[in-house]
């Protein structure tokens, strides 16, 4: 039985260098299948997810050894941290390793919306020129709003600055006196909206941030604002948005996160006929390079606490 099992993709170097010390079970489509999930746990001591597998009560009750939870990723929405409290298993997310991989998504997703030009392949493969509906705009000298100031919105500060954005932000929970508010304007969340082109999530799903984005909301954005969520499915009300931008209030979305995941046909259906749009399947933080470094952060966490070691 293994000592180490892990239920979705990993990178392979990551992979190969726990099993020198430790018997691992590598099956990346496990948590598609919770039967033969929770038969593989009865001797697992660490268990290695991303975030389609619930690290739930019933997941924890059938592993008696388990010690500790690796999250592949930042979100910790599919992990009860108080029933793995109360068992007394860590919980290691991979926090800081897949930032810029995040950044480069909301930034480039930003300027593809901006500029409108890169959504015409369909319109040039079947004879059109469409040459006036891709003339937008240009992204330099425009206003980003960052909901959420964590790691990741401040590498997108970073990345948007150096290509001539205003950045503004909101966190209540950041302190006032906190370096991070070098890298941004400090504005409350109504303020935010008011001047934003630009307006990107970076906050946790809770139930406060459920439906946060709603038609309310939108309501005060900035007309032909953009919005991109490579946050969490849930903090933005899909039907409002889809009717915001059907009505010309917004100027466009990215979605990489969904309130259904996978993104099933039903689900899809109500962003058909939408131009302006980006959707992706939850990939905004997953390159082959911050694969390899949360693979190699999470595997190095595992087998520090699975050694005994001090100071994870």
Known sequence: ??????????????????????????????FDDTERLHKSLAQTRAILVRNRTKVDDRLLSKA?????????????DNIDLDACEVRNIAVYPAFGANDLSVAEYVVTSAMMLM???????????????????????????????????????RRTADLAQAIGLQVFAHDPHLPLDHPAWSL???????????VADVVSLHIPLL????????????????????????????IVDESALVSAIREGLLGGAALDVFETEPLTIEAAQKFE??????????????????????????????????????GI
Not at 184 to 194: D, G, K, T, Y
Not at 275 to 298: C, D, F, K, M, Y
């Open 184 to 194: 941004a304007e400090r504005l409350e969340l109504s303020e935010l909206l008011a």
């Open 115 to 153: 500029r409108r030009a890169f959504l015409s392949s369909d319109k040039m493969l079947d004879g059109s020129w469409p040459r006036q509906a891709c003339s937008g705009n240009e992204i330099s000298g425009k206003a980003m709003g960052l909901i959420g100031f964590g790691r990741t919105a």
């Open 273 to 310: 006929g939408l131009r302006n749009i980006l959707l992706t399947p939850h990939i905004a933080g997953v390159t082959e390079q911050s694969n390899a470094r949360v693979s190699s952060l999470i595997a190095e966490k595992v087998a520090k606490h699975l050694s005994g070691a001090a």
């Open 64 to 76: 008696p050894c388990l010690e500790c939870v690796g999250r592949l990723g930042v979100g910790l």
């Open 207 to 234: 139930e406060d941030t459920r439906h946060l984005v709603d038609s309310d909301l939108i309501a005060t954005m900035k007309p032909g604002a953009i919005l991109i969520n490579a946050s969490r499915g849930g």
């Open 1 to 30: 039985m293994p000592n180490i099992t892990v239920t979705e993709f990993m990178d392979i170097a990551a992979i190969e260098t726990l099993r020198r010390k430790f018997d691992v079970m590598y099956d990346p489509s496990l």
